[in-house]
């Protein structure tokens, strides 16, 4: 057993919030002040242990994985040098980097990431983010190489390494780590103030470049607050919504930065039933009219993605048909739309005739409306509804744009559209948005209901490949298939918007595209950021 000593960090008096900040008239920041920057409040809501999901999506600031991802969306090493696949895929061994140690001083090496998975394969039910049912053992071979066995093959392990971040063995503690996590980061939390900030610090002992800003304030306030927290001059970065990237605030620049992140609606393609769910209840499925592919496909063809960005978010994002090109797995196929003629005509040769009366289309008696439900309190998503509902109109379809709480979208989720974000590096994505037998195990998955046999086929083919470049094809290929469904209705890839101080360079050229969670993401390298 490695002897190390277990630094209990203690907190200070907690300071009044954002009064060090720099006023309108003294916009460096000070060696001693740093800089406060306010990035959403779910780095508060969730636990900073990685043990429990924290930082899952790859933000190496104060823990660190085996692998992590760079900004042209590849896989670089982190505390792995170097790793290799078995020819079977079932052994996967990497190579630490050495001389590497936590914020507490004491050394990384194997034994640490052993206990990080194990740990977390003990308790699995505490860590949705990063499943290790294909682990069958984790072993130290030597302090600087660790070796993986998987149950069997399964391409998405590699995804797996870049997103569970090391914690060190003998310091580790539950729930210490949801609010003081030790890691091998450049920086480490030195305050926390529940519901109110997080003091980052530098850490001396980082292994990699040392961070030009030695202290990061993250603070938890409400988007307006946080916003005229900004205009006072007392927030070096703050991220806004859509709706704020008209406004001006001096000595501050807005950041439009490219991501992952789409906005889809899934449109549920069974007619009305009642099905068996896992637990063995009988539910309503299905919808009489997204069940129907000319619809579906109308509306994909049919809709104008650019006017609708336009009309819900002043043209900020990138019209997306389905996942972006910024994954090496995702599809690069595309269509025109806004072909408005030719989904007219689909319609019509569907038996969707439009009505004299309401110019809304009809067929057999049932009227061509559906509700669709956006996330309650999420402006931008129901501005973006809106702007569909309001483009599908001269298609003679009726959306009726609603708005609900997480928990009665579940409720509702098989039955009427619903629009949903993601975004991440792992192509398990696909598996749950078009793999047949998740329809109604819980959760979001396959919430339109979707089976193809040919897709099923595909997804166990990715998974399974012991090729990773074969693995991209089989993916590539899901998508294919799926897209002529029209299963989702992609809208747009949305970019992340933050107000910068002007004197502070947040490193674009290293910044990774953005995975879905509006906020966080812009601190993927804040170890590389630097006062100008």
């Not at 996330?375 to 309001?390: F, H, I, K, P, W």
């Not at 993916?475 to 799926?482: G, I, N, P, R, T």
Request: hydrophobic share 35%; charged share 25%; glycine share 6%.
């Amino acid at each position: 057993m490695k002897k190390k000593i277990v630094g209990i960090l203690c907190l200070a008096m907690t300071v009044p919030m954002l009064a060090t900040g720099c006023g309108k008239d003294d916009k460096v920041a000070s060696k001693e002040d740093g800089i406060k920057i306010y990035i959403g409040t779910s780095i508060f809501d969730e636990t900073l242990d990685p043990i429990k999901g924290g930082f899952s999506y790859g933000y190496p600031f104060i823990n660190n994985a085996l692998l992590k991802v760079n900004s042209d969306s590849k896989y670089v090493g982190d505390l792995a040098k170097d790793w290799k696949v078995s020819d079977d895929s079932l052994t996967y061994t990497f190579d630490l980097n050495k001389d590497v140690k936590f914020s507490d001083g004491s050394e990384f090496n194997a034994e640490d990431v052993v206990f990080t998975y194990e740990t977390v394969k003990k308790n699995q039910a505490d860590n949705e983010n990063v499943d290790l049912t294909y682990l069958d053992s984790v072993k130290a071979i030597d302090d600087d190489t660790v070796e993986f066995k998987l149950s069997k093959p399964y391409s998405p392990f590699l995804d797996t390494t870049a997103l569970l971040q090391i914690v060190p063995s003998d310091a580790y503690d539950s729930k210490t780590f949801d609010t003081q996590p030790i890691g091998t980061g450049a920086y480490k939390v030195a305050q926390y103030d529940s519901n109110q900030q997080i003091i980052l610090n530098e850490n001396e002992n980082y292994f990699g470049k040392k961070p030009e800003i030695d202290k990061v304030t993250i603070v938890n306030m409400e988007p307006d607050s946080a916003f005229a927290a900004a205009k006072a001059g007392d927030l070096d970065l703050v991220m806004v919504g859509t709706n704020y990237a008209d406004e001006k605030i001096s000595n501050m620049h807005l950041e439009k930065l490219e991501t992952m992140d789409v906005r889809n609606i899934s449109l549920p393609v069974r007619k009305v039933s009642e099905e068996k769910n896992s637990e063995g209840k009988m539910v309503k499925v299905g919808n009489n009219v997204t069940s129907d592919i000319a619809v579906r496909k109308a509306l994909s063809i049919g809709i104008d993605r650019k006017k609708i960005i336009e009309n819900s978010s002043d043209g900020i994002g990138v019209p997306s048909v389905n996942f972006t090109d910024n994954l090496v797995w995702a599809s690069t196929d595309t269509y025109e739309d806004n072909k408005v003629e030719e989904a007219k005509k689909l319609l019509d040769d569907a038996g969707w005739k439009v009505s004299k009366e309401t110019g809304i289309r009809e067929k057999d008696g049932q009227k061509c409306t559906f509700d669709l439900y956006a996330s309650a309190g999420d402006t931008d998503r129901y501005n973006l509804c809106v702007a569909v509902a309001e483009n599908a109109k001269d298609l003679g379809i009726d959306i009726k744009v609603k708005t609900a709480t997480w928990d009665e979208i579940v409720t509702l989720q098989n039955t009427e559209a619903v629009i949903w974000g993601w975004g991440q590096y792992s192509p398990t994505v696909l598996s749950s948005l078009f793999k047949s037998d998740l329809f109604l195990t819980g959760g979001y998955d396959n919430s339109a209901g979707y089976s193809n046999p040919e897709v099923d086929s595909k997804i166990q083919e990715a998974i399974s490949s012991n090729n990773q470049e074969e693995a991209i094809e089989s993916w590539k290929e899901v998508q294919k298939l799926a897209e002529k469904d029209y299963t989702n209705l992609f809208i747009v890839n949305i970019e992340h918007c933050y107000f910068v101080n002007d004197n502070l360079d947040i490193s674009l050229d290293t910044q990774i595209p953005h995975p879905h969670g509006h906020g966080t993401p812009v601190i993927c390298n804040i170890a590389d950021w630097k006062m100008k």
